[in-house]
């Protein structure tokens, strides 16, 4: 079934420790996108990517770092996980970063808790 | 500055129509749209207005007033497999979507 598949499904991590969330799609969308979610705000961009091999920084990009090596993948990196990271994240995926119908197809997110 | 308002939480009857509304400001505007969301789940696509005026699809309808920076999502015979939260979200000129809290929608039988 086509669509993105995002890993770990859950974590536990402790303050300090280093931390990659995965995200692979297989609709061959261009651009691809990390979320994410917290109670009472809305989605917040962390990072974006238009194509592969290019990147960009969204509203709270500090603290995480990505890579766009291929069209399929597009890792979350957390290098020294904080307490304040404790959220939902989401990747997301469309055809074209600037695509009109601006349909966002999202992985069944990440319930990440740093402890 | 750029802000998406929409109402924290609404309650309506199962068979009832209900209306979530949204006003936006954003830098540039390129497209509001809707998405569904299932406690625990993602985020799905529900609509998308560039234009004035009403979209319908089934039993949801979307409208848009550029000039009043204001949406409303129109959900009929409401099912309680609706009760979801409803997000909206504008793009700005960059292509980027700047997103509401989410309105949490209770369906009561």
């Known amino acids: 079934i086509a669509g993105i598949t995002q890993a770990p499904t859950s974590q536990i991590l402790a303050a300090g420790r280093r931390m990659t969330l995965r995200c692979t799609q297989d609709?061959?969308?261009?651009?691809m996108y990390w979320y994410r979610q917290d109670l009472g705000l809305g989605l917040r961009l962390i990072h974006y990517s238009n194509t592969a091999g290019t990147t960009g920084k969204g509203e709270v990009p500090d603290g995480y770092s990505v890579s766009r090596a291929n069209t399929d993948d597009f890792p979350l990196t957390l290098a020294s996980a904080v307490p304040s990271q404790t959220s939902v994240y989401f990747c997301?995926?469309?055809?074209?970063?600037?695509?009109?119908?601006?349909?966002?197809?999202f992985g069944e997110g990440s319930r990440l808790t740093v402890l | 500055g750029q802000n998406i308002d929409q109402p924290t939480e609404m309650t309506a009857t199962e068979g009832a129509i209900v209306q979530i509304n949204c006003t936006y400001q954003?830098?540039?505007?390129?497209?509001l749209f809707w998405y569904q969301q299932h406690a625990g789940e993602a985020p799905t696509f529900l609509s998308y207005n560039v234009l004035d005026g009403l979209e319908e699809k089934g039993r949801f309808s979307s409208f848009l007033s550029r000039s009043k920076g204001y949406s409303y999502l129109l959900l009929k015979e409401l099912q309680m497999k609706d009760s979801a939260s409803y997000l909206c979200?504008?793009?700005?000129?960059?292509?980027?979507?700047?997103w509401g809290a989410g309105t949490k929608l209770i369906i009561k039988p």
């Open positions: 979200a504008g793009m700005d000129s960059n292509y980027q979507l700047i």
């Open positions: 609709m061959r969308h261009n651009a």
């Open positions: 997301a995926s469309s055809v074209g970063l600037a695509d009109n119908t601006g349909e966002l197809f």
């Open positions: 954003t830098s540039g505007f390129n497209g």
